[in-house]
């Protein structure tokens, strides 16, 4: 009689993952993604105004930073073949750089790597706190072109994930 139980519970629970893989996998794989996208309007560096509205139906990457961060910095390259590969497409990469970091050393910092893509220093800390109050770096959120985040880490980024997604999207 037991022996029966166990083969209930076994089975019930085997449905029980195989429903739970099944919706994670249809969450990973359509581009309604986890939430909808903070909107946020900010200023580049170079004076430019932008916000969540100006890139409505295209891929925007979030990439919070800090000129102090190593693996911020050694995420610049990858960062700039995002950019140099994907921009043209409609693809928008923004750096925020956190409030904390000197503005100084934000432009110094662009200047020396040569970074193309759009930076953002969040002096009043409004991009950041749209963003659930991001203070470590890096942190990185994609967002799809129909402005839902489907890709958030805090850490080094995924780029092959995320270019899979770019591919998808711009192909």
Request: aromatic share 10%.
């Amino acid at each position: 009689m037991s022996k029966v139980r166990i083969d209930r519970k076994a089975i019930f629970g085997g449905i029980f993952i195989i429903a739970l893989v099944a919706v994670a996998a249809t969450i990973w794989l359509t581009d309604d993604g986890m939430r909808p996208a903070p909107a946020f309007a900010a200023t580049t560096l170079d004076g430019e105004p932008v916000a969540l509205e100006d890139y409505e139906g295209r891929p925007v990457m979030i990439s919070f930073w800090a000129t102090n961060c190593p693996s911020c910095i050694r995420e610049i390259p990858e960062l700039i073949h995002l950019h140099d590969t994907y921009a043209d497409k409609g693809f928008e990469l923004l750096a925020v750089a956190l409030s904390y970091d000197p503005i100084n050393r934000v432009e110094a910092m662009r200047e020396d790597r040569e970074m193309p893509y759009k930076i953002i220093h969040d002096s009043d800390d409004a991009f950041s706190q749209a963003y659930g109050g991001v203070r470590l770096t890096p942190t990185t959120f994609l967002i799809s072109p129909n402005g839902r985040i489907v890709y958030q880490k805090l850490g080094d980024p995924d780029f092959e994930q995320i270019e899979r997604h770019l591919e998808r999207w711009l192909s």
